[in-house]
């Protein structure tokens, strides 16, 4: 699955609109200062105490997202990355992915407003998003699998708490464990702690992130709190920003299926 990040809107796409400081370091286990607004600079994850993928993240002068530099595996130089081009109207057009200095695909975005209502790439991830009144009504993901397979979920029946975080929806697709057509879930966001990636996309796939403004912390079935599909836990620098997390994913008989460690560092500005 390509990774990508940019902004959902211009407003919340940077967390803040004051100058950035070029000659800024990022912090590295010290919290960021309280009085400044902060971005994500750079996050490193790793699966099993091996790393399997760090991101770096630069802005222009505006503050906008410009470019993402990955780096997996075993790799000492950030051999691709993400540049990302706006329109007139400030909102993103396009992000073009690159590996060792060629270009590699596309992604568009279409807009309805300021809302995304699509997401293409060239190379085979959609996501669609329906509005009703500016809020979510329908999100549909379709995503490569190895072989090229296409595989689609379809969210929709949303709840939101007054925050505006998803704590219920309804689940249809590939991911929905036989005999079951659909299935009812129920999620959970912490409303102390505000979600770093908000408003950005990681995954096409992941839509806890696309719509908490809040932490997500667990989604479980409905009827069976028991049978979960995806927990986070978190740690906080001393003004609560998220200084890392951990994830938890289960598969479609929901046993756990992977744990991920990221740890967040930020660059004021």
Known sequence: MKKILFPLLVASAIFASCKKDEDTTPTTGTSPATTKKTVISKDSTTENGINVLVRVFEYDSADRLVKIKFKDTTNTTYNRYDTVIYNSAGNVERIDNYSL?????????????????????????????????????????????????????????????????????????????????????????????????????????????????????????????????????????????????TTKKYDKSFALKSTTNTSVEYIEI
């Not at 807009?111 to 809020?135: E, F, M, P, R």
């Open 101 to 245: 200095g060629v270009q590699t695909g596309t992604i568009s975005t279409m807009y309805s407003g300021n809302n995304v209502t699509q997401i293409a790439s060239s190379v085979g991830d959609t996501l669609k998003i329906t509005y009703v009144n500016d809020t979510i009504s329908t999100l549909i993901s379709a995503f490569g699998s190895s072989g090229g397979t296409i595989t689609r979920d379809t969210l929709t029946a949303f709840g939101f708490d007054s925050k505006g975080n998803a704590i219920s929806l309804n689940l249809r697709g590939t991911r929905v464990p036989s005999p079951f057509t659909s299935l009812n879930i129920t999620t959970q966001a912490n409303t102390s702690y505000n979600n770093p990636y908000y408003g950005n996309y990681i995954n096409i796939e992941d839509w806890y992130d696309i719509l908490n403004p809040n932490i997500f912390v667990s989604s479980y079935i409905t009827e069976d709190p028991s049978k979960k599909s995806l927990e986070r836990s978190y740690t906080f620098y001393a003004n609560n920003f998220v200084k890392s997390y």
